[in-house]
């Protein structure tokens, strides 16, 4: 799977639940054809330039960093076994990064991390240490029906 992006003082980390299979097969962060994330991190201005998913890696020079709740599974959410979501692993790492957020990529990494049925988008009320947690809609395709760029917006 995909090795975490992530160093200490980010502005913002986002988080998903695993890595496609697509994006283990080639090795790159959200890059099937129906993604959004690359073209919504742009519009929203969270870079100033449009990456691709082979850039991942320069989305450090923005402040942004990326990890998933399963570290050692890819495929749809639907087929993520409960016990492949390392909850403790992924707090650990926010502590020692100190993100200013956590941005959840979907409601689905959201419910598993704060152990809830139903979360809202937006700013929760939890936090880790002093990194706020943001729920921000799925960029997967899988997700279009519940799509709404304007969280993103209001990550920062």
Same mark, same amino acid.
Request: proline residues 4%; aromatic residues 12%.
């Given at each position: 799977?995909?090795?975490?992006?992530?160093?200490? %003082?980010?502005?913002?980390?986002?988080?998903?639940?695993?890595? /496609? +299979? $697509?994006? @283990?097969?080639?090795?790159?962060? $959200?890059?099937?054809? !129906? +993604?959004?994330?690359?073209?919504?991190?742009?519009?929203?201005?969270?870079?100033?330039?449009?990456? %691709?998913?082979?850039?991942?890696?320069?989305?450090?020079?923005? !402040?942004? !960093?990326? =990890?998933?709740? /399963?570290? +050692?599974? @890819? !495929?749809?959410?639907?087929?993520?076994?409960?016990? /492949?979501?390392?909850? *403790?692993?992924?707090?650990?790492?926010?502590?020692?990064?100190?993100?200013?957020?956590?941005?959840?990529?979907?409601?689905? @990494?959201?419910?598993?991390?704060?152990?809830?049925? $139903?979360? *809202?988008?937006?700013?929760?009320? *939890?936090?880790? *240490?002093? =990194?706020?947690?943001?729920?921000?809609?799925?960029?997967?395709?899988?997700?279009?029906?519940?799509?709404?760029?304007?969280?993103?917006?209001?990550?920062?």
């Amino acid at each position: 799977m995909l090795p975490d992006l992530l160093k200490r %003082n980010l502005r913002v980390v986002i988080c998903g639940t695993a890595v /496609a +299979n $697509y994006s @283990a097969k080639v090795g790159s962060y $959200y890059a099937g054809a !129906g +993604n959004k994330f690359w073209r919504v991190l742009f519009e929203v201005g969270l870079t100033p330039v449009m990456l %691709n998913s082979k850039d991942y890696q320069k989305l450090l020079k923005y !402040g942004i !960093g990326l =990890t998933d709740l /399963a570290k +050692n599974k @890819a !495929g749809p959410d639907s087929k993520i076994p409960s016990h /492949a979501f390392d909850i *403790e692993r992924f707090k650990k790492k926010i502590q020692d990064c100190r993100p200013k957020v956590v941005c959840f990529n979907g409601k689905k @990494a959201a419910k598993i991390y704060l152990r809830k049925k $139903y979360v *809202e988008f937006g700013l929760q009320k *939890e936090q880790i *240490e002093s =990194t706020h947690l943001f729920v921000a809609p799925s960029t997967s395709r899988a997700a279009n029906r519940w799509w709404d760029q304007k969280w993103w917006q209001e990550i920062l």
